[in-house]
């Protein structure tokens, strides 16, 4: 089998391809959103890096890794967290082709799904929460 994507590869993709989706938005890898101060703002978690799924008569001849991104949008407005959800969706769910930055170690992906997980809204914090699950569909 050959060799999966170095979960920092991983991290410059999801950081260069959500910033250039919802472009007006600061996307940051997942922090302590107490300490935010933006009125709009999202963050990211990688989750199950290097989870071959072998694929074919012969399971030995493909893999294809199968990381999760999970997607937090927080707003002020929780109209605007569902518009920069859509986004997300409208953007990612199905796409297949280049992931993150090509001139920076951006990858091939056979397809991207998208899942609204659910929303919310924090009192305490005053933000509207979504929250996305996107699995990427790397072959090795």
């Known amino acids: 089998m050959t060799t999966q994507q170095n979960p920092v590869v991983y991290g410059k993709a999801i950081q260069y391809q959500l910033a250039n989706i919802v472009t007006t938005v600061p996307v940051y890898a997942t922090f302590n959103r107490n300490y935010a101060t933006q009125p ?4 990211w978690m990688l989750q199950n890096v290097h989870q071959p799924v072998y694929t074919g008569k ?4 493909k893999g294809i890794d199968r990381p999760v991104i999970r997607i937090s949008v927080f707003t002020q407005v929780i109209e605007d967290g569902f518009t920069i959800s859509n986004q997300i969706l409208q953007s990612l769910h199905g796409y297949s082709g280049m992931f993150g930055n ?15 997980l659910y929303n919310s809204y924090d009192n305490e914090n005053k933000l509207g929460q979504v929250f996305l699950d996107c699995t990427l569909d790397i072959p090795t």
Do not use: C
């Open 58 to 61: 012969f399971q030995s001849v």
């Open 40 to 43: 709009q703002f999202l963050t």
């Open 102 to 116: 090509p001139l920076d170690g951006g990858f091939n992906i056979s397809k991207a799904d998208v899942e609204w």
